[in-house]
């Protein structure tokens, strides 16, 4: 066990559907990170926050959106959901910016 | 784009040789680099990291080498075993304007042969 924590681990929902994934940081971490992994494009960065403000921007596109909490966890909102955003999304969590970064498990999104 | 990527997308070894993964990277500012590993179904786990003040770092079995002259990093896995089998990624910290952003090239899959 790593420390973080992603739920749902399964997600199977239907095209134009929303779905909420959620992310509990190690304890004492302050920053949160969005990865995808598809199988063809290895692992893209989305987002990060640090301490409930958004950092980073990577290749997140417009229906997607994320959040950080007072608590420090995180949820990413995947909506107007598509065949193609079928992937893994991880979230990572470090102490601060700069550091090497803890995995979650990851939630697997299955878009039919 | 990215800025890491990995020479060879698959890599057989024996039980018990030594294993090597090479990765290159394209930004001369990147200052600290990561190995990861990742096993089916689950995340990438850290395994080990190298600052660009660095040539060579060791750890349990493994050891990263960095060549800044020709933006070059490698990962050796001595005495290759069974469990090491898994896809191998280096990650690049790129940062900026207050952010810090983990790039990650393809991924190299390793597979150990009994």
């Known amino acids: 066990d790593s420390g973080v924590t992603q739920t749902p681990k399964h997600l199977i929902t239907a095209t134009g559907q929303r779905v909420t994934l959620r992310c509990s940081p190690r304890?004492?971490?302050?920053?949160v990170y969005w990865y995808q992994q598809s199988l063809d494009q290895g692992l893209q960065f989305l987002i990060q926050?640090?301490?409930?403000?958004?950092?980073a921007k990577g290749n997140i596109l417009e229906r997607f959106s994320a959040q950080q909490f007072p608590d420090l966890h995180s949820e990413l909102n995947l909506s107007s959901l598509e065949l193609g955003d079928s992937a893994l999304y991880f979230c990572?969590?470090?102490?601060?910016?700069?550091?090497?970064?803890?995995f979650g498990s990851g939630t697997r999104l299955t878009v039919v | 784009g990215e800025s890491v990527g990995l020479h060879l997308p698959t890599l057989s070894v024996q039980e018990g040789d030594n294993s090597i993964i090479n990765c290159a990277y394209s930004?001369?500012?990147?200052?600290?680099f990561i190995w990861y590993k990742q096993e089916s179904g689950k995340g990438p786990q850290f395994i080990i990291d190298i600052r660009s003040n660095m040539d060579k770092r060791q750890g349990q079995r493994v050891t990263v080498l960095l060549n800044k002259t020709v933006k070059h990093l490698s990962l050796q896995i001595a005495a290759t075993q069974p469990g090491d089998s898994a896809v191998y990624f280096c990650a690049d910290l790129l940062s900026g304007a207050g952010s810090y952003q983990l790039t990650f090239g393809k991924g190299t899959k390793l597979s150990v042969i009994p």
């Open positions: 930004n001369s500012a990147s200052d600290y």
């Open positions: 990572a969590s470090s102490v601060d910016m700069g550091q090497g970064y803890t």
């Open positions: 304890s004492g971490d302050l920053s």
């Open positions: 926050y640090y301490n409930g403000e958004e950092r």
